[in-house]
């Protein structure tokens, strides 16, 4: 049996419907199951037992996890991450889980420039001692977070950024899902780390010169300095503030670390990845 955390959310989600996809059945964990039960198509349903899990409550995890034999982890970002992360690790080994497939992120090193990164390094580390088959996806930007940017884009056709020209290699959500679920069903994936990327980075100039096609108007991009574009994500987008600085260090990294699509995904899934064109175009509405 393979257990989804982070059910409710974009790569769990994503994981969930591709393992139904595939015909595994699959133990979905939420803090709100009926919720989460409520959003899932009747083929995910058919093969998805929704339970209540909270990553604070080790009890709940244990419960959760007993007589399953693969974990599928991600959790939101949040000052709790890392704690939440051990904690269904721990709870995950003694009930006996065999295979942990760890959404990790870019840089997950210990003198990572992004916070969050330094964290998923501790838990990755704790993955790997843990005695546990530990496999680790460490995706690029979701596609789907662009999503964000739509009201700015809406309201006045501006994307505001502190990339310059650096380049982010966005990728599907969906195609995470894809690979989560093959490297769940085939024993000789598991145990390795990998990059998962779209088939080609963009630039905010590259990707707004793109939505501005789609759109048939122009959007424009506002390129700021650093600590201009957090004090517009807190006073202008209502961000917090941890959450803001976030955003400011993944966009200096992709500054000071060139991103290159690699083929990893496409040697997972067997195909090429889901374009942004395609992303963008199926969401364009959300950008109108
Ligand atoms: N966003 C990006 O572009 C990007 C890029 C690279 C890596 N990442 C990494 O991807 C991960 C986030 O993945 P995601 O976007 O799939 O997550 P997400 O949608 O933000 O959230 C995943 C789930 O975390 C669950 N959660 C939060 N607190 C919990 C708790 N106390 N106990 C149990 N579950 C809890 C929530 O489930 P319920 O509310 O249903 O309980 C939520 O659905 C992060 O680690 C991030 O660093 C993100």
């Known amino acids: ?161 502190a990339m310059g020209q650096a380049r982010c290699n966005y990728v599907d959500a969906r195609d995470i899902g894809d690979a989560a679920a093959e490297v769940l069903t085939r024993p000789e994936l598991a145990g390795a780390t990998y990059p998962l990327t779209g088939g080609r980075a963009y630039s905010y100039p590259e990707l707004t010169g793109l939505l501005g096609e789609l759109l048939g108007r122009p959007v424009r991009y506002l390129d700021l300095p650093p600590a201009g574009l957090h004090a517009h994500l807190v006073e202008r987008a209502g961000m917090p503030p941890w959450l803001a600085s976030h955003v400011v260090e993944i966009q200096q990294l992709a500054v000071v670390r060139r991103e290159a699509p690699d083929d990893t995904l496409a040697h997972l899934t067997g195909r090429a990845p889901r374009t942004l064109e395609a992303f963008l175009q199926e969401s364009l509405h959300r950008f109108r």
Request: hydrophobic letters at 50%; glycine letters at 10%; a neutral charge.
């Open 1 to 161: 049996m393979i257990v989804v955390m982070g059910a409710g959310g974009a790569t769990g989600g994503a994981t969930l419907r591709s393992l139904a996809a595939l015909g595994a059945p699959s133990r979905a964990l939420s803090r709100d199951p009926a919720r989460l039960a409520a959003g899932l198509d009747d083929r995910t349903l058919a093969l998805t037992k929704t339970l209540p899990a909270d990553a604070a409550d080790p009890d709940s995890l244990r419960a959760a996890f007993r007589g399953a034999h693969q974990l599928f982890l991600t959790m939101a970002n949040g000052p709790h991450q890392v704690q939440h992360e051990l904690a269904a690790i721990d709870a995950a080994v003694e009930s006996g889980v065999e295979h942990i497939v760890k959404i990790s992120a870019p840089a997950a090193e210990p003198d990572s420039p992004v916070a969050v990164s330094r964290g998923h390094h501790l838990v990755e580390e704790r993955l790997r001692a843990s005695g546990v088959t530990a496999t680790v996806l460490r995706p690029y930007a979701f596609m789907q977070k662009l999503l964000l940017l739509a009201p700015g884009i809406a309201a006045a056709g501006v994307v505001h950024g």
